[in-house]
C-alpha cells in the first residue's frame, strides 16, 4: 500500500537522519571509551588523550538533535496509533 502523505514522508525522512545520527554520535562515543583504556593500558600516550577527547566532543556535538528528534518522531508515530490515522 503506496501513501502518498507528505508529513509521513517527511517524518520517515527525520528518521532516517535521525538514525544516521545516532549511529555517528555512538560510534565517536565508542572510539573515545576504546581510545581512553588504550590509553590506561599504555600510560597515556598523547594520541589516546588526542583521540579520546575529539570523540568526546563529536558525540557530545552530534548526539543531542538525533536523540530529541528521535523522541519527537517516536511521538508523533504513537499519537497517529492512539488517534487510528
Known amino acids: 500500500m503506496v501513501n502518498d502523505d507528505p508529513v ?3 517524518r520517515e525522512r527525520i528518521a532516517r537522519y535521525v538514525s544516521v545520527g545516532k549511529r555517528v554520535g555512538y ?3 565508542l572510539v573515545a571509551i ?3 583504556f588504550v ?3 599504555t600510560q597515556f600516550p598523547a594520541w589516546t ?3 579520546s577527547i575529539a570523540g568526546l566532543a563529536v558525540s557530545c556535538v552530534v548526539l543531542p538533535l538525533p536523540i530529541v ?3 519527537g518522531v ?3 508515530a ?3 496509533r492512539e488517534r487510528g490515522v
Open 8 to 10: 509521513l514522508a517527511r
Open 78 to 80: 504513537r499519537e497517529d
Open 49 to 51: 588523550v588526542a583521540l
Open 34 to 36: 576504546v581510545a581512553f
Open 27 to 29: 560510534t565517536a562515543l
Open 39 to 41: 590509553g590506561v593500558a
Open 69 to 71: 528528534f528521535g523522541y
Open 74 to 76: 517516536r511521538a508523533a
